[in-house]
């Protein structure tokens, strides 16, 4: 009886909350654009509201006689240039694809995701450049044995990170970890973060392997705190079944950073982490690609969880992120608004005047303008990068010759980590990446411009004056100041050296 009562209950208050988020979700729809209405349908039939569901495809149809998720949805097929029922034509209905071509919303687990004692991590130790070469092997047991938070760990860290010594320190530090008696976790878990600051993931996710396989055997909670949040910031969801032991055995502090963990590789919302709702989460997502489990978190209810998803599509270029960006923008979360439009500018170069503080008129007047915009030239548009990368082929061959060049070029990337990437490889190069910073400084983008001059003055410890907003004529005399102390401290190559001083005739 009481199990009864309990059902009863529930049904009563799911039922109240959907009737309640029904009106918001149509308070947030144009009910003007078929696609929005298209998805409002899906909605209602995820949350048992079909005759609204069947509503609203119908109503999608009306605006767009040819919308074939509505069709679908309706049970009708295409047959020629007419639109008949799928039974009678005697074909089936394709099912409904969301944004991209997500599945369906009523896609169910094919069973329970591997644990983590089932997951085959490839253990092969990366390449080690020079096995001869041992500086970097005391540093990497100074580590072990040293504090968390003492000077020692930091020193070994920051020498294992420098450009003349990880591609050692990355293999060493793997080998260490697969040793029985390594119980260290907390400097490669440091090294993952450092380097993922600097924009390198790829030397980054050759330790996650080692560093999950090494946490079997660690019992120092900092240790296991430290890697659970590194490991969520890889978005590797391999590592998600140990992430969820670590939720259900671990204590206090470990538990908070797995639950950190859980929610970067999942995009739920972090104080709704669970150790059941992250099986939950794995059981459906774990034979799927990240691509589809993103795609599909697109059309979540929750605005967090959608801007989350179109923040990790982006690097996809799924062009379907961009009508529910401009959704987004109508958010009456602020936060969300703000990366909503953060990623908008990615896309188009422009923040459309967008202000998150905004009040709601003028926040929707803008993503009105948005949307009128996405509609017109959606079928026209093409990716920032790509525009940039055809400018930077028809480069002259002298300037694609010096890696440095395109480095420079590469700062003003909004494509994932290559800005932050071309910094490191600046930074990497030293001395011999001044001529092209000092180049750069000329760059059409002020962004670029001062990247150029920080990184000068962090490699040089030069802080000579220059203005990257200033007019073309101070900036000329500012770059010319810095070309003379290069050529005089011997740093410009003979090229450039002629280039800056053409020969009198």
């Known amino acids: 009886m009481l199990r009864t009562i309990s059902v009863l209950l529930l049904a009563i208050i799911a039922a109240t909350g959907w009737a309640e988020t029904l009106d918001e979700r149509i308070k947030a729809t144009d009910l003007s654009n078929a696609d929005q209405v298209f998805e409002l349908g899906k909605w209602c039939a995820a949350n048992n509201l079909p005759t609204k569901a069947r509503q609203y495809y119908n109503q999608a149809v009306k605006l767009d006689k040819d919308h074939e998720g509505a069709r679908n949805m309706l049970g009708q097929a295409r047959v020629g240039d007419k639109w008949v029922s799928a039974k009678a034509a005697g074909v089936e209905a394709k099912p409904a694809a969301g944004p991209g071509g997500a599945a369906p919303a009523d896609r169910r687990a094919s069973g329970p995701g591997p644990t983590a004692a089932q997951i085959v991590w490839d253990l092969t130790l990366p390449k080690d450049p020079n096995p001869q070469a041992t500086f970097i092997n005391s540093y990497i047991e100074r580590a072990a044995t040293a504090g968390n938070d003492s000077r020692e760990m930091d020193i070994s860290v920051a020498t294992m990170k420098m450009a003349d010594h990880l591609p050692y320190a990355v293999p060493r530090l793997c080998a260490a970890l697969l040793r029985p008696g390594f119980k260290d976790l907390y400097a490669g878990s440091s090294l993952v973060m450092e380097l993922l600051k600097d924009g390198d993931q790829a030397k980054a996710k050759q330790l996650l392997p080692f560093l999950t396989k090494a946490s079997e055997q660690v019992t120092d909670s900092e240790d296991l705190a430290t890697f659970a949040f590194a490991a969520g910031l890889l978005k590797d969801k391999r590592v998600l079944p140990r992430l969820?032991?670590?939720?259900?055995?671990?204590?206090?502090?470990?538990?908070?950073?797995?639950?950190?963990?859980?929610?970067?590789?999942?995009?739920?919302?972090?104080?709704?982490?669970?150790?059941?709702?992250?099986?939950?989460?794995?059981?459906?997502?774990?034979?799927?690609?990240?691509?589809?489990?993103?795609?599909?978190?697109?059309?979540?209810?929750?605005?967090?969880?959608?801007?989350?998803?179109?923040?990790?599509?982006?690097?996809?270029?799924?062009?379907?992120?961009?009508?529910?960006?401009?959704?987004?923008?109508?958010?009456?979360?602020?936060?969300?608004?703000?990366?909503?439009?953060?990623?908008?500018?990615?896309?188009?170069?422009?923040?459309?005047?967008?202000?998150?503080?905004?009040?709601?008129?003028?926040?929707?007047?803008?993503?009105?303008?948005?949307?009128?915009?996405?509609?017109?030239?959606?079928?026209?548009?093409?990716?920032?990068?790509?525009?940039?990368?055809?400018?930077?082929?028809?480069?002259?061959?002298?300037?694609?010759?010096?890696?440095?060049?395109?480095?420079?070029?590469?700062?003003?990337?909004?494509?994932?980590?290559?800005?932050?990437?071309?910094?490191?490889?600046?930074?990497?190069?030293?001395?011999?990446?001044?001529?092209?910073?000092?180049?750069?400084?000329?760059?059409?983008?002020?962004?670029?411009?001062?990247?150029?001059?920080?990184?000068?003055?962090?490699?040089?410890?030069?802080?000579?004056?220059?203005?990257?907003?200033?007019?073309?004529?101070?900036?000329?005399?500012?770059?010319?100041?810095?070309?003379?102390?290069?050529?005089?401290?011997?740093?410009?190559?003979?090229?450039?050296?002629?280039?800056?001083?053409?020969?009198?005739k």
């Open 244 to 504: 969820i032991e670590l939720l259900e055995s671990g204590d206090d502090e470990v538990k908070a950073a797995a639950a950190d963990g859980v929610a970067g590789i999942t995009l739920l919302p972090r104080e709704q982490i669970t150790a059941d709702r992250a099986k939950q989460w794995w059981d459906l997502n774990h034979n799927i690609s990240d691509q589809q489990t993103y795609q599909e978190q697109l059309n979540s209810r929750d605005p967090r969880v959608a801007v989350e998803a179109a923040k990790a599509l982006y690097q996809y270029r799924d062009r379907a992120i961009v009508p529910v960006l401009i959704r987004l923008l109508r958010s009456d979360e602020r936060l969300v608004c703000s990366e909503a439009i953060e990623v908008i500018r990615q896309i188009t170069g422009s923040t459309w005047s967008y202000d998150p503080t905004g009040s709601p008129e003028q926040r929707k007047k803008r993503a009105d303008e948005l949307e009128k915009w996405w509609k017109e030239e959606q079928f026209r548009f093409r990716w920032i990068d790509e525009i940039k990368a055809e400018s930077a082929n028809a480069a002259s061959p002298t300037a694609a010759a010096d890696p440095a060049t395109e480095w420079v070029r590469q700062l003003g990337s909004v494509a994932g980590n290559e800005a932050a990437s071309a910094e490191g490889n600046l930074v990497g190069g030293s001395t011999k990446s001044v001529p092209a910073l000092i180049a750069g400084m000329d760059n059409p983008n002020r962004l670029v411009r001062r990247k150029c001059h920080d990184l000068l003055v962090k490699i040089t410890k030069q802080n000579l004056p220059f203005d990257p907003a200033s007019s073309d004529a101070d900036r000329a005399a500012q770059v010319a100041a810095w070309r003379k102390w290069a050529e005089e401290a011997k740093l410009m190559g003979a090229a450039e050296a002629e280039e800056a001083e053409p020969e009198a």
